[in-house]
């Protein structure tokens, strides 16, 4: 495979709602999927690096997870019309004129 963009990312998805989930969910159906598969990685990373421990047979594959956020947060970014490239580089640059200095004087991250 190759690397994808955003916009390649938010298009495969849409032409996989439009081809073979039929259509897209609810905006408020999206976000109970979204908070859903972000409990999924918080179960997984609750057993793999805090104190739980995995059950018998429990799915415990963190990118599988990571990758359905990914895919519900590009579902809902596609029918808000949300361009998630320009969303995403103007994020970038408010986090970076905020941040400047805030986190290199942070003595709890020295």
């Known amino acids: 495979m190759h690397p994808i963009t955003l916009n390649e990312l938010q298009q495969t998805v849409d032409d996989w709602i439009k081809t073979i ?25 609750s057993r793999r690096y ?22 519900v947060l ?7 019309g949300i361009d998630l490239n320009e969303a995403m580089l103007a994020n970038l640059e408010k986090k970076t004129a905020r941040d400047a200095t805030r986190h290199r004087n942070n003595p709890k991250l020295t």
């Open 74 to 80: 590009v579902c809902i970014a596609n029918q808000t």
């Open 21 to 45: 989930g039929v259509r897209y969910f609810s905006e408020l159906t999206n976000l109970a999927q979204l908070v859903e598969e972000v409990g999924e990685v918080s179960r997984i990373m």
């Open 50 to 71: 805090g104190d739980q421990s995995f059950k018998a047979g429990e799915d415990n594959e963190l990118g599988d997870e990571l990758a359905d956020v990914l895919f």
